[in-house]
């Protein structure tokens, strides 16, 4: 029996034997992945109707790989106040933005309470509109600077109004990678176990890897399998009462970072990664190609290698962008639509937690 096949009969193999998995042609994994999704969604594709909001760059860590952060790379720091933010939101909302995404740096001058007195008037100002707030990095910043215990921060947060999580942080699990690129961030068991928790709480999030740079192929599967084993059971999932929504394979933007990596993946690279992420994870039933961080073409092309969501309009994008992606001004729901029904899919809007809205 092949690798292939022994992976589609759930044999738990390791991370080791798993990355063989790249010496697949690209066709015959986009094959196997888009035979699981379409059994899944059949041809839909799903986007929402989003903004981004980072209420500030300036960062108590430094990761190497970062361009966003306030740094010799990007010297312009800023803070926006909470009345700044609300005022984002309110605007948002009159355009018909049904989720903010409020992510940031991990800020040495907000207080504890400044973070959930934003929350807290977010859902004031904005009831309707879904709070998707606070990757584990930033939830392990706030635990280790208050000294609060990260089931505290998680508790405060849902309380204040927070919704779900995203799935940033998580970069790649393997320490020694973490070690190197992003040394003194979250380390990989704690990001798993803030993201278990939440779950328990019966929210749901997301979970993202970011690829191409130093890590190896055996470092993305590992990171896969990290993933799988603590996604909760298939019918609290289903229920959307914990667990991750989707799986978010990030791609390492080059430019305006420490990192110094000339050499972009290439297309047929990406798309095996996308491809065998669907086949691996067989228990979260999302796969994202965010196009911010792909380009629109190639999200769009991995729709047919197993991915079935786009991520949104965002409308303002600070983070991949700042990293050299043509992303800063997100893109028209029309346009997503029209490019979307061009590949040969059906476009449906969803929300936040992958409820359906409108097929267009």
């Known amino acids: 029996m092949d690798l292939l096949e022994r992976v589609l009969n759930k044999e738990n193999l390791k991370a ?62 800023y803070e926006m106040s909470i009345d700044e933010i609300v005022s984002q939101v309110l605007a948002c909302q009159n355009r018909g933005i049904k ?9 040495p001058n907000y207080s504890y309470e400044w973070y959930l007195d934003m929350f807290m008037a977010v859902k004031k100002a904005a009831p309707n509109i879904h709070l998707k707030a606070m990757t584990a990095a930033e939830v392990d910043y706030l635990d280790r600077k208050f000294d609060k215990g990260y089931q505290k921060v998680l508790e405060d947060m849902a309380k204040c109004g927070v919704d779900s999580m995203p799935g940033g942080g998580a970069e790649i699990f393997d320490e020694k990678v973490r070690q190197y690129i992003c040394k003194g961030k979250v380390n990989s068991q704690r990001w798993l176990e ?73 297309g047929q690279e990406i798309l095996k990664t996308l491809s065998i992420a669907r086949i691996i994870l067989d228990n979260i039933p999302h796969i994202k190609a965010y196009w911010a961080s792909l380009s629109l073409n190639v999200a769009l092309i991995a729709q047919e290698f197993g991915a079935d969501d786009m991520d949104g309009t965002i409308e303002n994008e600070s983070i991949q962008s700042a990293g050299g992606a043509k992303s800063k001004n997100g893109v028209s729901k029309e346009l997503m639509i029209a490019q979307i029904k061009d590949a040969g899919f059906r476009p449906i809007e969803r929300d936040s937690l992958y409820n359906e809205l409108q097929e267009y």
């Open 99 to 107: 989720e903010v995404h409020i992510v940031s740096a991990h800020s």
């Open 194 to 266: 803030i993201h278990n928790y939440w779950h328990q709480l019966g929210k749901m999030s997301n979970a993202t890897m970011l690829f191409g740079h130093v890590e190896t192929r055996e470092h993305r599967i590992d990171h896969m399998l990290r993933l799988r084993n603590i996604q909760q059971d298939s019918n609290i999932v289903e229920a959307k009462k914990g667990g991750f929504n989707a799986f978010i394979p990030l791609l390492y933007q080059n430019q305006n970072n420490f990192l110094n990596i000339k050499e972009n993946l290439s």
């Open 16 to 77: 080791s034997e798993l990355s063989a998995l790249y010496d697949y042609d690209i066709f015959t994994l986009g094959k196997v992945a888009d035979e699981m999704r379409k059994k899944k969604y059949s041809n839909k594709v799903f986007f929402n109707i989003n903004r981004h909001i980072n209420p500030t760059n300036i960062c108590a860590d430094v990761c190497r790989f970062c361009a966003f952060s306030a740094s010799r790379k990007n010297p312009n720091p």
